[in-house]
């Protein structure tokens, strides 16, 4: 049964910090989704629930390396907040603190991408499970 933080979370909870599962992804994008539901889980707390405000923060996007066993082995900005050196620092925490990510078995390793919305709040959302914007 899940705990009331995570009863809100899109996608399957995933497992606590410190355990990777495996994913089944074949592909960096099905890797994706994986990435950003486990995301999601160890920091249900910190998602922005329903739709996102019209105007937000902080938006960047970050490439990830993922290694055979989990492990973040890079992180990439494609386009950092650079208003917002305090939410760069944020978003490189949280992704370092939630490996070991799945492991992406089928890939071996894998390099996906994903784009940070991030509110005034400190509250987040990542573009692949995103409720949307008013």
Do not use: C
Not at 75 to 96: D, F, G, N, Q, S
Not at 112 to 133: A, C, I, N, P, V
């Amino acid at each position: 049964m899940p705990s009331p933080d995570t009863a809100s979370v899109k996608g399957p909870v995933p497992a606590a910090a410190g355990s990777a599962r495996a994913s089944a992804a074949s592909t960096a994008r099905a890797y994706r989704e994986d990435a950003a539901t486990h995301l999601y889980g160890l920091n249900a707390q910190r998602v922005y629930k329903g739709k996102l405000p019209p105007m937000l923060y902080a938006i960047g996007v970050l490439e990830v390396d993922i290694d055979r066993a989990g492990k973040v082995t890079r992180l990439r900005w494609m386009r950092a907040p650079k208003h917002a050196p305090e939410v760069v620092a944020e978003i490189e925490r949280t992704v370092r603190a939630a490996a070991p990510f799945p492991a992406p078995t089928r890939m071996g390793k894998v390099t996906y991408t994903d784009t940070w919305l991030w509110d005034k709040s400190g509250h987040f959302q990542l573009d692949t499970l995103t409720e949307g914007q008013h």
